[in-house]
């Protein structure tokens, strides 16, 4: 019997959101195949690891295919983006944490590349005024991806309803913390 490589990736992926100390046992078991075939299309977790990241970079780059980073204006496409990674955050958040196994290592083509799409964007509505430039793009891909993994984490705990991940995201990204109506502050020296 063929193993199907995707069906078991979409399992771990579905089981390691949920439980990210889950054993190479518990994978095998999610995927209904048994843990010496596990083994044969990955030899341990880290290449079990490298195989959802591979899968992760896909389903960022569909989401940024679908959002259109592009076209109209640039907080527009940021809540497409958003909404678009959003059925991919839980994975998305697996790996954010899990990357930080692997400091030191040169940074993955496929995530600079996104990366770079990302930040592209927000130097799109810096240029066009719709952003703040006092925030560099780098850092701002950055808080985009930590706010993704804090939601997905949040919505998984039950935290957060599902139905605001996107408002809730891009709200806060877009609009700072600080309130529209809040009297500004001087800086202390």
């Avoid at 889950?22 to 990955?42: K, N, P, Q």
């Avoid at 770079?116 to 560099?136: H, K, N, P, V």
């Avoid at 600080?178 to 502050?185: G, L, N, S």
Wanted: aromatic share 6%.
């Amino acid at each position: 019997m063929a193993v199907d490589r995707d069906h078991v990736l979409r399992s771990a992926a579905a089981l390691l959101t949920r439980k990210s100390t889950a054993t190479m046992d518990e994978v095998a078991r999610a995927a209904g195949i048994s843990r010496a075939t596990l083994h044969r299309h990955f030899a341990g977790r880290d290449a079990l690891v490298r195989a959802l990241e591979a899968l992760g970079i896909a389903e960022c780059e569909a989401a940024l295919a679908a959002a259109r980073p592009d076209e109209g204006p640039a907080a527009d496409a940021v809540r497409r983006l958003v909404a678009a990674i959003e059925p991919h955050a839980p994975l998305l958040a697996f790996l954010y944490t899990e990357n930080q196994l692997f400091e030191g290592e040169e940074q993955n083509e496929g995530w600079a590349a996104i990366d770079e799409r990302i930040a592209t964007l927000f130097r799109r509505g810096q240029a066009s005024g719709e952003f703040r430039i006092d925030l560099t793009p780098a850092w701002l891909t950055e808080a985009l991806y930590g706010l993704l993994a804090s939601a997905a984490w949040a919505v998984a705990e039950g935290r957060v309803a599902p139905k605001d991940f996107t408002h809730m995201i891009v709200e806060l990204l877009l609009g700072g913390v600080r309130r529209p109506d809040a009297p500004a502050r001087r800086k202390e020296s």
